[in-house]
């Protein structure tokens, strides 16, 4: 069964310290990882997808990595307005058309002024 | 483009009524997929939706059901309401060639 676990599941930043967000996952064959943002009650906001260990992509604060078991969401000077939770999913399988994602429970990222 | 649009925002309903929610898929999207989201939890894959067919389903009941029409928007129904069901409701859209998915803003659904 595909599984996709991040931690931490809160994490509490001063403006301006730098910190990284993991998730790891187990999947039967990666077709890709992919990293959303998501502010309380609207829908997740796509950022990042990663195809392959050793790819990297970055936007703006945020720099987004890949091995073959886990992704970092590096987020670099954060500022307040970063502050929301940071999904991480996974989808698998090379079946034709588009497999489901497999979410992560999130990363709940406050950052103070 | 206006992305992809889901409505209503917010909704309350009784146990055991029924209720239909719809989406209506990013410029270029033809596939939809549903996902409810339980407060503090990832979201969760209901189904999927392909030239007007259910291509695959996750671990919901049958009073769980969808359509899609030939302009690819997508409407969810859940009959037999449960307090349980409570939930935001999310609409992914994606190309079958691309696989980037796309969420809406997501219909936030109250049983009482």
């Known amino acids: 069964e595909d599984q996709v676990t991040q931690s931490p599941e809160a994490l509490r930043l001063q403006e301006g310290e730098s910190s990284s967000l993991n998730c790891s996952y187990t999947?039967?064959?990666?077709?890709?990882l992919f990293w959303y943002r998501q502010d309380p009650g609207k829908g997740p906001e796509f950022l990042f997808t990663?195809?392959?260990a050793g790819e990297e992509k970055e936007k703006e604060r945020l720099k987004a990595t890949l091995t073959k078991k886990e992704s970092f969401l590096h987020i670099t000077a954060p500022k307040p307005e970063d502050s929301a939770t940071y999904l991480c999913?996974?989808?698998?399988?090379?079946?034709?058309?588009?497999?489901?994602?497999?979410f992560g429970k999130g990363t709940r990222l406050s950052v103070i002024a | 483009d206006a992305g992809v649009t889901q409505s209503p925002t917010h909704l309350i309903k009784t146990r055991g009524q029924q209720v239909t929610l719809r989406c209506s898929p990013k410029?270029?999207?033809?596939?939809v997929s549903w996902y409810q989201q339980a407060l503090g939890q990832g979201p969760q894959f209901i189904f999927q939706?392909?030239?007007?067919?259910?291509?695959q389903r996750g671990n919901f009941p049958d009073r769980f059901s969808g359509h899609q029409f030939p302009n690819y928007s997508s409407e969810l129904n859940v009959n037999a309401l449960l307090l349980g069901d409570s939930a935001l409701y999310l609409c992914?859209?994606?190309?079958?060639?691309?696989?980037?998915?796309?969420f809406g803003q997501g219909t936030r659904l109250t049983v009482v």
């Open positions: 410029s270029g999207h033809d596939t």
């Open positions: 999913a996974v989808q698998a399988g090379w079946d034709s058309g588009n497999t489901p994602l497999v």
């Open positions: 939706y392909y030239e007007e067919e259910e291509r």
């Open positions: 992914a859209s994606s190309s079958d060639v691309n696989t980037e998915a796309f």
């Open positions: 999947v039967s064959g990666l077709r890709g």
């Open positions: 990663l195809y392959s």
